[in-house]
């Protein structure tokens, strides 16, 4: 049994096990028994609002601050008895910039380098990439960047002493969807590499690009699956309508005695129903037509990472 | 004739030999939902700068609310609202507080100011939290109270910067009714976000590009110029060319 459990261990990268922490004397409860797993090489994510807990999470699993309750371990070590282990083990990237923002591109790198007890070079084919895409600014201060280039600068100074384990703390927020793109591809290449990564993003449709996630909301882990297990455990049907006056289509589906829900999603707006029948679409429609929309487009579509967020917040436990 | 809000005409801002806001022109009609898109560093918080009345166009025209962004800046100030994702509500003020000193900055009567913010926070349903800090507010209800307060002196327009960056799925669409209902009477929104789903929901949506709009036009209509399927995938196409994020 105990050898058992060890082999288990050494494929886990990332342990989480009941972590609660809180703030102001345990008036703030920021994680709330928190339990997950990352297996070695997995790209992870941890989606969720800002004061869900993540950033928490991301401290203690980086030892930076301790836990109220439970226990985790990363990389195989403790996080408070092998702190010392793991720090050197793992690459962090904080969710605010943390670079010295006086040093240049090529100072930071030399310096977290040193820190670490490295050089550029040693471990140079890991970074080269996206170094590469900044190099050209190499002495220019940290400060001066623009956002993208600040991201990709922190990237690299995280994995300049070659991490086994990747702790991203919302490393695309603020930055736009062309950068956010170039981003997650260059997260699939570290993949490959056998790091294994764990990513937290407000952003939902990112978590598609996770190998598995955990849904964070309020301290509380919401759900944990592979992005399609959580899609696929949605428990109704999932209807998407469009009229001319799309405001004023949600604003009368809500008023109906037959919605369970009615929210904006993009270009449609999103609806489940207190009970489903063969022919829901062609009462949607009729009842739309009375409203004054009868250019009203309604389908039975799959749902997304989002409306299965939606759904689960809004359970009471 | 559907009566502007704010127009801008070649509005241009340069700083030295770099051009932050190169010739855009366009118009915002009355109860308008306009969605200013752009990559990191296209210019748009030069634009929305010059448009609050709080920077110096280099060149061009724009008038903002029938105010000259030249010589009436202090009247642009009066007649718009703005909200930020970063500063917008005194956390070491009370709900009533924070209400009170906006309400008084825009000149209010207090008799209206005490009627109003009554009304304000049972619609907000924050009745039991009128009396706390904002600090203490989750960032939802701080968020939705903030843009309460950028209203509330019931100006012919609003800003939103990011309005709902960080905030849960079900609060960032509780926000959007706000700006409907906001735009139903009449209130014109112009809002920048990072979330392209919130895009779709605007009437119309402009995209910065290196200092220039790029495309301007309804959410249905980019799609169908760009032959994409969502704004987002249009904005893809139109800002993978940038220069400017990429050579910093």
């Known amino acids: 049994m105990i050898q058992s459990l060890s082999i288990i261990n050494r494929q886990l990268s990332i342990k989480c096990e009941n972590i609660t922490k809180t703030y102001n004397k345990g008036e703030l409860l920021a994680v709330d028994d928190v339990s997950f797993a990352v297996e070695k090489g997995e790209l992870f994510g941890l989606i969720g609002p800002d004061g869900a807990g993540k950033t928490s999470i991301f401290r203690i699993l980086t030892t930076v601050l301790l836990a109220d309750k439970g226990t985790a371990t990363v990389a195989g070590f403790d996080v408070v008895d092998d702190y010392r282990a793991i720090r050197n083990r793992v690459g962090y990237m904080p969710g605010k910039f943390s670079l010295y923002q ?40 940290a400060g001066k960047l623009s956002g993208g280039m600040k991201q990709k600068l922190a990237l690299c100074c995280a994995l300049i002493h070659k991490p086994e384990v ?24 570290l ?16 978590a598609n690009l996770c190998e598995r996630i955990a849904l964070i909301q309020n301290g509380k882990i919401l759900s944990v699956d592979t992005p399609q297990n959580i899609i696929k455990a949605f428990p109704v049907s999932l209807y998407a309508a469009k009229a001319d006056n799309i405001y004023k289509l949600l604003t009368d589906f809500r008023k109906s005695d037959f919605v369970a829900s009615a929210y904006a999603s993009g270009e449609y707006m999103h609806l489940t129903l207190k009970e489903d029948k063969p022919d829901s679409i062609r009462m949607l429609t009729q009842y739309a037509a009375q409203h004054g929309h009868s250019d009203a487009e309604i389908k039975k579509i799959t749902p997304g990472i989002e409306d299965s967020f939606i759904r689960l917040m809004q359970q009471p436990n | ?25 366009f118009d915002v009609y009355r109860g308008e939902i306009f969605g200013f898109l752009g990559a990191n560093g296209a210019g748009k918080t030069t634009a929305m700068r010059i448009l609050c009345g709080l920077s110096f166009p280099s060149s061009g025209e724009a008038s903002v609310a029938g105010f000259d962004v030249y010589r009436q800046q202090e009247l642009i ?36 100011i005490n009627k109003r913010s009554e009304e304000l926070v049972r619609k907000l349903g924050l009745q039991r939290e009128a009396k706390k800090l904002v600090g203490e507010l989750p960032l939802g209800w701080k968020q939705k109270l903030a843009f309460s307060v950028a209203i509330f002196h019931q100006p012919k327009i609003v800003f939103l910067d990011e309005p709902t960056g960080g905030v849960d799925p079900v609060t960032r669409r509780q926000f959007w009714d706000m700006i409907y209902e906001a735009a139903a009477a009449g209130i014109t929104i112009f809002v920048t976000t990072h979330y392209m789903d919130e895009a779709e929901y605007c009437n119309r949506v402009t995209i ?41």
């Open chain 2, 1 to 25: 004739m559907e009566e502007k809000v704010i127009t801008c005409r070649n509005l241009t801002k340069q700083f030295g030999n770099f051009y932050a806001v190169n010739n855009i022109s």
């Open chain 2, 208 to 248: 910065m590009v290196d200092g220039k709009i790029e495309a301007l036009d309804s959410p249905a209509n980019l799609k169908k110029q760009f032959a994409a399927n969502t704004v987002e995938d249009v904005f893809y196409k139109l800002a993978r060319g940038a220069k400017r994020e990429n050579s910093g």
């Open chain 1, 191 to 206: 993949k490959q590499q056998g790091i294994t990564i764990l990513v937290s993003t407000p952003y939902m449709d990112e």
């Open chain 1, 102 to 141: 006086d040093l240049t591109i090529k100072e930071n790198l030399e310096f977290f380098a040193t820190v670490f007890g490295t050089t550029i070079e040693e471990n140079y084919e890991l970074i080269k990439d996206i170094y590469d895409q900044i190099k050209p600014f190499n002495n220019r201060r």
């Open chain 1, 166 to 189: 990747l702790l991203l703390d919302e490393p695309t927020t603020g930055v736009d969807v062309v950068s956010r793109k170039e981003f997650w591809d260059m997260l699939k290449k």
């Open chain 2, 77 to 112: 100030k009066q007649h718009i609202g703005y909200m930020s994702q970063k500063f917008s509500l005194y956390e070491n003020l009370t709900v009533l507080e924070n209400i009170e000193f906006f309400g008084g900055a825009y000149g209010i009567s207090r008799k209206e």
